[in-house]
């Protein structure tokens, strides 16, 4: 007996499925693995805002100093 077109394309369905199925049972056994990673993306999104801000009074500082040091040099 011969496998009719519609056997292999349901049989394909069924494969899809069966893969869906794997892919979602993964998922759901690393999931406190994502909300881990979740957590250490925030906490680096606030700690990469905190070196912005940072960055920008290093900046500020550092302008500070050079007009400081040019007013002194002209004294």
Not at 24 to 40: D, G, Q, R, T
Not at 59 to 69: G, S
């Amino acid at each position: 007996m011969k496998a009719s077109k519609t056997d292999i394309n349901n049989l394909k369905k069924i494969q899809d499925v069966d893969a869906q199925i794997k892919t979602v049972k993964s998922a759901v056994k690393a999931m406190p693995e994502i909300k881990e990673f979740a957590l250490v993306s925030e906490k680096l999104k606030e700690v990469s805002e905190q070196l912005k801000k940072v960055e920008m009074m290093k900046k500020n500082v550092t302008k500070r100093y050079e007009k400081m040091r040019v007013e002194d040099q002209g004294l």
